[in-house]
Protein backbone atom coordinates (compact mmCIF):
# COMPACT_ATOMS: atom_id res chain seq x y z
CA UNK A 1 0.00 0.00 0.00
CA UNK A 2 1.47 3.32 -1.35
CA UNK A 3 0.20 5.50 1.43
CA UNK A 4 2.36 3.09 3.88
CA UNK A 5 5.43 4.60 2.90
CA UNK A 6 4.37 8.00 1.74
CA UNK A 7 5.02 10.40 4.66
CA UNK A 8 2.52 13.06 5.63
CA UNK A 9 3.44 16.00 3.59
CA UNK A 10 4.29 13.58 0.58
CA UNK A 11 0.72 11.63 0.92
CA UNK A 12 -0.82 15.49 0.74
CA UNK A 13 1.04 16.60 -1.90
CA UNK A 14 0.47 13.41 -3.91
CA UNK A 15 -3.23 13.66 -2.65
CA UNK A 16 -3.17 17.59 -4.05
CA UNK A 17 -1.62 16.40 -7.61
CA UNK A 18 -4.37 13.55 -8.20
CA UNK A 19 -7.14 16.04 -6.90
CA UNK A 20 -6.47 18.92 -8.96
CA UNK A 21 -6.37 17.35 -12.22
CA UNK A 22 -10.28 16.94 -11.91
CA UNK A 23 -12.43 18.92 -14.39
CA UNK A 24 -15.74 20.54 -13.89
CA UNK A 25 -18.10 17.85 -16.03
CA UNK A 26 -19.82 20.78 -17.17
CA UNK A 27 -16.27 23.44 -18.23
CA UNK A 28 -14.28 20.43 -18.69
CA UNK A 29 -11.54 22.97 -19.87
CA UNK A 30 -11.01 23.82 -16.12
CA UNK A 31 -10.27 21.73 -13.56
CA UNK A 32 -11.23 21.96 -9.66
CA UNK A 33 -8.21 23.88 -8.57
CA UNK A 34 -8.48 26.51 -11.42
CA UNK A 35 -12.25 26.90 -10.26
CA UNK A 36 -11.41 26.90 -7.10
CA UNK A 37 -13.78 24.73 -6.01
CA UNK A 38 -10.46 22.23 -4.47
CA UNK A 39 -10.06 24.18 -1.56
CA UNK A 40 -7.44 22.05 0.63
CA UNK A 41 -6.18 18.92 1.31
CA UNK A 42 -5.15 17.36 4.58
CA UNK A 43 -3.77 14.07 6.26
CA UNK A 44 -5.30 13.13 9.34
CA UNK A 45 -3.67 9.63 10.74
CA UNK A 46 -2.41 8.64 7.22
CA UNK A 47 -5.92 9.03 5.67
CA UNK A 48 -6.78 11.92 3.14
CA UNK A 49 -9.67 14.42 3.73
CA UNK A 50 -10.32 16.73 0.82
CA UNK A 51 -12.41 20.15 0.66
CA UNK A 52 -14.22 21.25 -1.88
CA UNK A 53 -17.21 24.16 -1.75
CA UNK A 54 -19.57 24.62 -4.44
CA UNK A 55 -19.83 27.24 -6.93
CA UNK A 56 -23.50 27.14 -6.74
CA UNK A 57 -26.11 25.66 -4.06
CA UNK A 58 -27.71 23.87 -6.32
CA UNK A 59 -25.05 23.36 -8.58
CA UNK A 60 -25.30 19.68 -9.87
CA UNK A 61 -21.64 19.30 -10.48
CA UNK A 62 -20.91 18.63 -7.16
CA UNK A 63 -21.70 15.03 -6.81
CA UNK A 64 -20.07 14.43 -9.99
CA UNK A 65 -16.71 15.91 -8.95
CA UNK A 66 -16.76 14.13 -5.62
CA UNK A 67 -17.11 10.81 -7.29
CA UNK A 68 -14.21 11.97 -9.55
CA UNK A 69 -12.27 12.94 -6.55
CA UNK A 70 -12.49 9.15 -5.16
CA UNK A 71 -11.16 7.96 -8.80
CA UNK A 72 -8.53 10.12 -9.35
CA UNK A 73 -7.15 9.79 -5.53
CA UNK A 74 -7.83 5.87 -6.21
CA UNK A 75 -5.58 5.71 -9.54
CA UNK A 76 -2.92 7.54 -7.07
CA UNK A 77 -2.96 4.63 -4.70
CA UNK A 78 -4.93 6.60 -2.07
CA UNK A 79 -8.05 4.91 -1.28
CA UNK A 80 -11.11 5.81 0.81
CA UNK A 81 -10.62 9.74 1.03
CA UNK A 82 -13.23 11.65 2.68
CA UNK A 83 -14.67 14.17 0.98
CA UNK A 84 -16.15 17.29 2.91
CA UNK A 85 -18.13 20.18 1.45
CA UNK A 86 -17.44 23.50 2.98
CA UNK A 87 -19.68 26.52 2.85
CA UNK A 88 -17.38 29.30 4.55
CA UNK A 89 -16.03 31.20 2.80
CA UNK A 90 -18.48 30.96 0.19
CA UNK A 91 -16.57 30.68 -3.07
CA UNK A 92 -17.08 34.28 -5.33
CA UNK A 93 -15.31 33.76 -8.70
CA UNK A 94 -12.46 35.92 -7.05
CA UNK A 95 -11.65 31.95 -6.60
CA UNK A 96 -10.95 31.28 -10.27
CA UNK A 97 -7.31 31.45 -10.62
CA UNK A 98 -5.48 33.82 -13.82
CA UNK A 99 -5.05 31.01 -15.53
CA UNK A 100 -8.08 29.41 -15.45
CA UNK A 101 -9.72 32.87 -17.02
CA UNK A 102 -7.61 32.64 -19.75
CA UNK A 103 -8.73 28.80 -20.70
CA UNK A 104 -12.13 29.89 -20.05
CA UNK A 105 -12.04 32.55 -22.89
CA UNK A 106 -9.64 30.11 -24.89
CA UNK A 107 -12.89 28.07 -24.86
CA UNK A 108 -14.72 30.56 -25.39
CA UNK A 109 -16.38 31.25 -22.76
CA UNK A 110 -16.60 35.12 -21.51
CA UNK A 111 -14.65 34.49 -18.09
CA UNK A 112 -16.14 36.45 -14.32
CA UNK A 113 -14.83 40.24 -14.38
CA UNK A 114 -12.39 41.02 -11.98
CA UNK A 115 -14.44 42.14 -9.06
CA UNK A 116 -17.36 40.47 -7.38
CA UNK A 117 -18.80 43.67 -5.53
CA UNK A 118 -22.36 43.65 -4.95
CA UNK A 119 -22.49 46.84 -6.09
CA UNK A 120 -21.44 45.33 -9.50
CA UNK A 121 -24.40 43.07 -9.48
CA UNK A 122 -26.80 45.58 -10.42
CA UNK A 123 -24.55 48.05 -12.18
CA UNK A 124 -23.96 47.89 -15.65
CA UNK A 125 -21.06 45.26 -17.49
CA UNK A 126 -19.25 45.29 -20.01
CA UNK A 127 -18.28 42.18 -20.72
CA UNK A 128 -15.57 41.17 -24.03
CA UNK A 129 -16.55 38.98 -26.66
CA UNK A 130 -14.47 35.79 -26.40
CA UNK A 131 -14.96 35.43 -29.99
CA UNK A 132 -13.84 38.76 -31.39
CA UNK A 133 -12.58 40.47 -28.31
CA UNK A 134 -15.19 43.37 -29.15
CA UNK A 135 -16.76 45.41 -25.91
CA UNK A 136 -20.10 45.83 -27.97
CA UNK A 137 -21.73 43.08 -26.46
CA UNK A 138 -25.19 42.64 -24.61
CA UNK A 139 -26.99 40.57 -22.46
CA UNK A 140 -29.93 37.94 -23.93
CA UNK A 141 -30.15 36.25 -20.43
CA UNK A 142 -29.13 36.27 -16.99
CA UNK A 143 -29.59 32.59 -16.88
CA UNK A 144 -27.42 30.67 -19.05
CA UNK A 145 -26.77 26.90 -20.11
CA UNK A 146 -25.70 26.08 -16.66
CA UNK A 147 -26.33 27.93 -13.11
CA UNK A 148 -22.49 29.72 -13.37
CA UNK A 149 -23.68 31.09 -17.07
CA UNK A 150 -25.30 33.74 -18.81
CA UNK A 151 -25.96 34.50 -22.19
CA UNK A 152 -24.55 37.22 -24.29
CA UNK A 153 -24.25 38.33 -28.11
CA UNK A 154 -21.53 40.25 -29.57
CA UNK A 155 -22.69 42.45 -32.21
CA UNK A 156 -19.29 43.17 -33.81
CA UNK A 157 -19.22 39.17 -34.70
CA UNK A 158 -22.91 38.44 -34.33
CA UNK A 159 -22.03 35.41 -32.12
CA UNK A 160 -23.86 34.17 -29.07
CA UNK A 161 -21.42 32.93 -26.15
CA UNK A 162 -21.27 32.37 -22.29
CA UNK A 163 -20.53 34.72 -20.08
CA UNK A 164 -19.24 33.19 -16.42
CA UNK A 165 -21.05 34.99 -14.00
CA UNK A 166 -19.78 37.12 -11.43
CA UNK A 167 -20.67 35.77 -7.83
CA UNK B 1 -47.72 -0.02 0.92
CA UNK B 2 -47.25 3.68 1.23
CA UNK B 3 -44.06 5.07 3.37
CA UNK B 4 -45.38 6.14 6.85
CA UNK B 5 -44.29 9.63 7.98
CA UNK B 6 -41.16 10.31 9.88
CA UNK B 7 -41.83 11.94 13.48
CA UNK B 8 -39.08 14.96 14.14
CA UNK B 9 -38.68 16.28 17.29
CA UNK B 10 -38.93 20.36 16.47
CA UNK B 11 -36.70 22.06 18.81
CA UNK B 12 -36.17 25.81 18.19
CA UNK B 13 -33.64 25.22 15.75
CA UNK B 14 -34.81 21.77 14.15
CA UNK B 15 -38.08 23.84 13.59
CA UNK B 16 -36.13 27.24 12.31
CA UNK B 17 -33.89 25.79 10.13
CA UNK B 18 -37.13 23.32 8.81
CA UNK B 19 -38.91 26.48 7.95
CA UNK B 20 -36.17 27.74 5.74
CA UNK B 21 -35.77 24.50 3.96
CA UNK B 22 -39.71 24.11 3.38
CA UNK B 23 -39.55 27.75 2.08
CA UNK B 24 -36.79 26.79 -0.17
CA UNK B 25 -37.83 23.27 -1.50
CA UNK B 26 -41.50 24.25 -2.09
CA UNK B 27 -40.62 27.34 -4.00
CA UNK B 28 -38.08 25.59 -6.07
CA UNK B 29 -40.17 22.93 -6.72
CA UNK B 30 -43.12 25.44 -8.36
CA UNK B 31 -40.33 26.97 -10.35
CA UNK B 32 -39.38 23.07 -11.41
CA UNK B 33 -42.97 22.58 -12.64
CA UNK B 34 -42.18 25.19 -15.36
CA UNK B 35 -39.36 23.40 -17.22
CA UNK B 36 -40.50 23.17 -20.46
CA UNK B 37 -43.49 25.67 -20.29
CA UNK B 38 -42.32 28.94 -19.77
CA UNK B 39 -42.96 31.36 -22.63
CA UNK B 40 -39.43 31.26 -23.96
CA UNK B 41 -36.36 29.08 -23.75
CA UNK B 42 -34.71 31.68 -22.30
CA UNK B 43 -37.11 31.92 -19.30
CA UNK B 44 -37.49 28.49 -18.67
CA UNK B 45 -33.70 27.64 -18.45
CA UNK B 46 -33.97 31.03 -15.85
CA UNK B 47 -37.15 29.64 -13.87
CA UNK B 48 -35.30 26.19 -13.63
CA UNK B 49 -32.23 27.71 -12.54
CA UNK B 50 -33.45 29.77 -9.66
CA UNK B 51 -35.48 26.55 -8.70
CA UNK B 52 -32.26 25.17 -9.16
CA UNK B 53 -29.88 27.50 -6.61
CA UNK B 54 -33.59 27.11 -3.87
CA UNK B 55 -33.12 23.61 -4.12
CA UNK B 56 -29.53 23.67 -3.16
CA UNK B 57 -30.46 25.32 -0.69
CA UNK B 58 -33.19 22.95 0.43
CA UNK B 59 -30.62 20.45 0.86
CA UNK B 60 -28.02 22.60 2.99
CA UNK B 61 -30.87 23.27 4.87
CA UNK B 62 -32.53 20.26 5.56
CA UNK B 63 -28.83 18.42 6.29
CA UNK B 64 -28.09 21.08 8.79
CA UNK B 65 -31.88 20.25 10.60
CA UNK B 66 -30.57 16.66 10.65
CA UNK B 67 -27.26 16.99 12.13
CA UNK B 68 -28.64 19.41 15.11
CA UNK B 69 -31.63 16.91 15.60
CA UNK B 70 -29.22 14.19 16.20
CA UNK B 71 -29.08 12.28 12.68
CA UNK B 72 -32.01 10.20 13.02
CA UNK B 73 -33.60 11.54 10.01
CA UNK B 74 -32.27 13.12 6.64
CA UNK B 75 -32.61 15.20 3.79
CA UNK B 76 -34.80 12.88 1.88
CA UNK B 77 -36.99 11.73 4.57
CA UNK B 78 -37.56 15.40 5.29
CA UNK B 79 -38.48 16.14 2.09
CA UNK B 80 -40.43 12.80 0.83
CA UNK B 81 -41.84 11.54 4.43
CA UNK B 82 -43.58 14.87 6.18
CA UNK B 83 -46.86 15.28 5.32
CA UNK B 84 -48.42 18.56 4.92
CA UNK B 85 -49.31 19.32 8.30
CA UNK B 86 -45.77 18.97 9.20
CA UNK B 87 -44.52 21.41 6.53
CA UNK B 88 -43.59 24.88 7.98
CA UNK B 89 -43.36 26.63 4.66
CA UNK B 90 -44.74 30.08 4.21
CA UNK B 91 -47.92 29.99 2.72
CA UNK B 92 -46.73 32.45 -0.24
CA UNK B 93 -44.55 29.56 -1.71
CA UNK B 94 -46.66 26.60 -2.00
CA UNK B 95 -49.43 29.19 -3.82
CA UNK B 96 -49.97 28.04 -7.35
CA UNK B 97 -47.63 28.88 -10.58
CA UNK B 98 -50.75 30.48 -11.99
CA UNK B 99 -50.06 32.83 -15.03
CA UNK B 100 -46.11 33.89 -15.61
CA UNK B 101 -47.34 36.94 -13.72
CA UNK B 102 -48.59 35.36 -10.84
CA UNK B 103 -45.17 33.51 -10.77
CA UNK B 104 -43.02 36.42 -11.16
CA UNK B 105 -44.78 38.31 -8.54
CA UNK B 106 -44.26 35.69 -6.19
CA UNK B 107 -40.61 35.53 -6.86
CA UNK B 108 -40.42 38.96 -6.57
CA UNK B 109 -42.06 39.08 -3.00
CA UNK B 110 -40.24 36.65 -1.86
CA UNK B 111 -37.16 37.29 -3.42
CA UNK B 112 -37.10 40.46 -2.21
CA UNK B 113 -37.44 39.52 0.81
CA UNK B 114 -34.78 36.79 0.88
CA UNK B 115 -32.23 38.72 -0.35
CA UNK B 116 -32.86 40.52 3.11
CA UNK B 117 -33.09 38.34 5.61
CA UNK B 118 -30.45 36.27 4.28
CA UNK B 119 -27.82 39.38 4.03
CA UNK B 120 -28.93 40.09 7.49
CA UNK B 121 -28.51 36.61 8.83
CA UNK B 122 -24.84 36.53 7.89
CA UNK B 123 -24.43 37.90 11.87
CA UNK B 124 -26.09 34.62 12.75
CA UNK B 125 -23.82 33.10 15.42
CA UNK B 126 -24.31 30.07 14.27
CA UNK B 127 -21.50 28.91 11.86
CA UNK B 128 -23.68 26.58 9.59
CA UNK B 129 -26.39 29.13 8.79
CA UNK B 130 -24.47 32.17 8.41
CA UNK B 131 -22.60 30.26 5.87
CA UNK B 132 -25.55 28.88 4.34
CA UNK B 133 -26.69 32.67 4.61
CA UNK B 134 -23.61 34.23 2.77
CA UNK B 135 -24.13 31.16 0.08
CA UNK B 136 -28.48 32.31 -0.31
CA UNK B 137 -28.02 35.78 -0.15
CA UNK B 138 -25.57 35.68 -3.41
CA UNK B 139 -28.16 34.22 -5.31
CA UNK B 140 -31.19 35.68 -4.00
CA UNK B 141 -29.35 39.11 -5.55
CA UNK B 142 -30.09 37.67 -9.03
CA UNK B 143 -33.48 36.53 -8.30
CA UNK B 144 -34.33 39.64 -7.18
CA UNK B 145 -33.14 41.48 -10.45
CA UNK B 146 -34.54 39.20 -12.53
CA UNK B 147 -38.33 38.85 -11.41
CA UNK B 148 -38.03 43.24 -10.95
CA UNK B 149 -36.89 43.23 -14.50
CA UNK B 150 -40.08 41.49 -15.30
CA UNK B 151 -42.40 42.51 -13.45
CA UNK B 152 -41.54 46.30 -14.77
CA UNK B 153 -41.84 44.36 -18.31
CA UNK B 154 -45.21 42.93 -17.59
CA UNK B 155 -46.77 46.00 -15.68
CA UNK B 156 -45.42 48.58 -18.30
CA UNK B 157 -46.34 46.08 -21.31
CA UNK B 158 -49.49 45.76 -23.15
CA UNK B 159 -52.86 46.30 -21.48
CA UNK B 160 -53.17 42.41 -20.85
CA UNK B 161 -50.08 41.73 -19.08
CA UNK B 162 -50.16 44.96 -17.06
CA UNK B 163 -54.20 43.60 -15.39
CA UNK B 164 -52.23 40.32 -15.02
CA UNK B 165 -49.64 41.47 -12.75
CA UNK B 166 -51.88 43.53 -10.97
CA UNK B 167 -54.29 40.77 -10.23
CA UNK B 168 -51.63 38.50 -9.54
CA UNK B 169 -50.27 41.33 -6.67
CA UNK B 170 -53.62 41.93 -5.39
CA UNK B 171 -54.31 37.96 -4.98
CA UNK B 172 -50.62 37.47 -3.61
CA UNK B 173 -50.34 40.28 -0.98
CA UNK B 174 -52.15 38.89 1.74
CA UNK B 175 -49.14 36.16 2.05
CA UNK B 176 -46.72 38.45 2.65
CA UNK B 177 -47.48 39.46 6.27
CA UNK B 178 -46.45 35.90 6.97
CA UNK B 179 -42.69 36.41 6.21
CA UNK B 180 -41.89 39.00 8.89
CA UNK B 181 -43.68 37.46 11.75
CA UNK B 182 -42.19 35.80 14.16
CA UNK B 183 -43.29 33.39 16.85
CA UNK B 184 -41.84 32.61 20.15
CA UNK B 185 -40.12 29.69 19.70
CA UNK B 186 -38.63 31.74 16.79
CA UNK B 187 -37.87 34.56 19.27
CA UNK B 188 -35.66 32.62 21.45
CA UNK B 189 -33.45 32.07 19.07
CA UNK B 190 -33.55 35.78 17.99
CA UNK B 191 -32.80 36.56 21.57
CA UNK B 192 -29.63 34.21 21.66
CA UNK B 193 -28.67 36.17 18.49
CA UNK B 194 -28.60 32.50 16.36
CA UNK B 195 -31.67 34.00 14.17
CA UNK B 196 -32.10 37.39 12.67
CA UNK B 197 -35.35 39.64 13.84
CA UNK B 198 -37.05 39.68 10.42
CA UNK B 199 -39.44 42.52 11.44
CA UNK B 200 -37.36 45.31 11.29
CA UNK B 201 -36.44 44.58 7.14
CA UNK B 202 -39.84 45.06 6.10
CA UNK B 203 -39.62 49.24 5.81
CA UNK B 204 -36.38 48.05 3.38
CA UNK B 205 -38.49 45.15 1.67
CA UNK B 206 -41.72 47.47 0.77
CA UNK B 207 -39.61 50.50 0.02
CA UNK B 208 -37.95 48.03 -2.84
CA UNK B 209 -41.46 46.72 -3.69
CA UNK B 210 -42.73 50.03 -3.76
CA UNK B 211 -39.93 51.38 -5.93
CA UNK B 212 -40.24 48.36 -8.51
CA UNK B 213 -44.01 48.12 -8.57
CA UNK B 214 -44.41 52.03 -9.20
CA UNK B 215 -42.17 51.69 -11.99
CA UNK B 216 -43.91 49.07 -13.26
CA UNK B 217 -46.79 51.23 -13.17
CA UNK B 218 -48.66 49.08 -11.01
CA UNK B 219 -50.20 49.92 -7.40
CA UNK B 220 -50.04 47.90 -4.05
CA UNK B 221 -53.46 47.23 -2.00
CA UNK B 222 -53.81 49.40 0.85
CA UNK B 223 -55.11 46.49 2.20
CA UNK B 224 -53.68 45.52 5.87
CA UNK B 225 -55.31 41.78 6.10
CA UNK B 226 -52.34 39.23 6.33
CA UNK B 227 -53.25 35.46 6.02
CA UNK B 228 -50.96 33.07 8.26
CA UNK B 229 -50.18 29.82 8.89
CA UNK B 230 -47.67 27.85 7.08
CA UNK B 231 -45.13 28.30 9.99
CA UNK B 232 -47.13 26.11 11.94
CA UNK B 233 -48.37 24.05 9.47
CA UNK B 234 -51.79 25.40 8.19
CA UNK B 235 -51.49 25.25 5.00
CA UNK B 236 -53.70 26.11 1.73
CA UNK B 237 -54.91 22.81 -0.67
CA UNK B 238 -52.29 23.83 -2.54
CA UNK B 239 -49.37 22.47 -0.89
CA UNK B 240 -51.05 18.87 -0.42
CA UNK B 241 -51.52 18.69 -4.11
CA UNK B 242 -47.55 19.86 -4.73
CA UNK B 243 -46.59 17.17 -2.15
CA UNK B 244 -48.37 14.09 -3.79
CA UNK B 245 -46.65 15.12 -6.68
CA UNK B 246 -43.24 15.68 -4.88
CA UNK B 247 -43.47 12.31 -2.66
CA UNK B 248 -45.30 10.16 -4.75
CA UNK B 249 -42.25 8.12 -5.84
CA UNK B 250 -41.20 7.88 -2.21
CA UNK B 251 -44.55 6.96 -1.11
CA UNK B 252 -45.46 4.35 -3.53
CA UNK B 253 -42.01 2.10 -3.46
CA UNK B 254 -40.37 3.14 0.28
CA UNK B 255 -36.80 3.77 -0.44
CA UNK B 256 -36.36 3.79 -4.16
CA UNK B 257 -33.34 4.71 -5.35
CA UNK B 258 -31.74 5.89 -8.52
ZN1 LIG C 1 -17.49 38.92 -31.20
Known amino acids: MVTAVLSDADLRWRAWEAASQVVDPEIPVLTIADLGVLRDVQVRDGRVEVAITPTYSGCPAMNMIELEIELALERAGIARPTIRTVLSPPWTTDWMSEDGRNKLRAYGIAPPQASSSRRALFGEQQVACPQCGSGDTELLSEFGSTSCKALWRCKACREPFDYFKCH | MAAANITVSETPLVLYTLRRADDALILGHRLSEWCGHAPMLEEDMALANMGLDLLGQARELYSYAAKVEGGRNDEDKFAYLRDVRQYRNLL ?134 MQQGGRSGRHSEHLGHLLSELQSIQRSFPGATW
Open chain 2, 92 to 225: LLEQPNGDFARTTVRQFFYAAFADLYWRAMMRSSDPTLSAIAAKSEKESAYHVRHSSEWLIRLGDGTEESHRRAQAAIDELWAFTGEMFSVDDSERGLIDAGIAIDPAPLRPQWLNTISSVVSEATLALPDNDW
